[in-house]
């Protein structure tokens, strides 16, 4: 395979959880009324799940959802120390072989990037290559990210075309993950090729009109003979 830039989703790809999902329901544990905690945890899930989908902009699920219950840096603290421990099984293995391979690696998420560096260290990727929003915080609640494009569904496609005709990126690009903010980098002409991932969560959407697709890391790196 030719040198590539491969740029990696976190949540629900290169790890089992969704961060900001996590953060919220952690918020949501000073609830006192059990029916509420639980109605509202349904709620979190499915406005993250509509925005995965690409039924709602990522800025308004971002509203929503932080609507919902207080985040703070301890939550926020809490959820990072834990994604370094929910990596997807294969993950760091197949970064390892990408790099020896003579492969680039980037993290592109629409998360917070405080929360990607640990991960990103962990995984050998350089913190210059993690591509992620930065949070605004009020009276010590997340309350919005500041202004940039990945607060938008097709904002990935535009940060990385952006990145290649700036002469940062170039050659091959491929995209990993499992959303259709993911698979738009690909349809938008910003990547060369879509690997979509469905281990943590199958999008119907994504999967159907994805190029390739696959259940877990063993069977990409069989696909890619890395």
Known sequence: MEPTQFFFDVDSTIIRRESLQDMVSLALESLEDAEKRAMTEQELVSITNAGMNGEIDFAEALKRRLSLAPVTKAHMNSVTDMMLT???????DFMKALHKAGHGTWILTAGIREMMLPLAV??????????????????????????????????????????????????????????????????SGAADDFLGFGEHAVRKNVKDKAPHFFLSVADMRSFLRI
């Open 122 to 187: 962990k995984l050998g990727i350089p913190k210059a290559q993690v591509l992620a929003n930065e949070p605004v915080w009020i009276a010590g609640r997340l309350q919005d990210f500041e202004p940039g494009p990945l607060l938008k569904t097709e904002g990935k496609g535009i940060l990385v075309r952006s990145l290649k005709e700036s002469g940062i990126v170039s050659g091959r690009v491929v995209m990993i993950g499992d959303g259709m903010s993911d698979l738009g980098v690909f349809t």
């Open 86 to 92: 929910e990596l997807t099984d294969g993950m760091e």
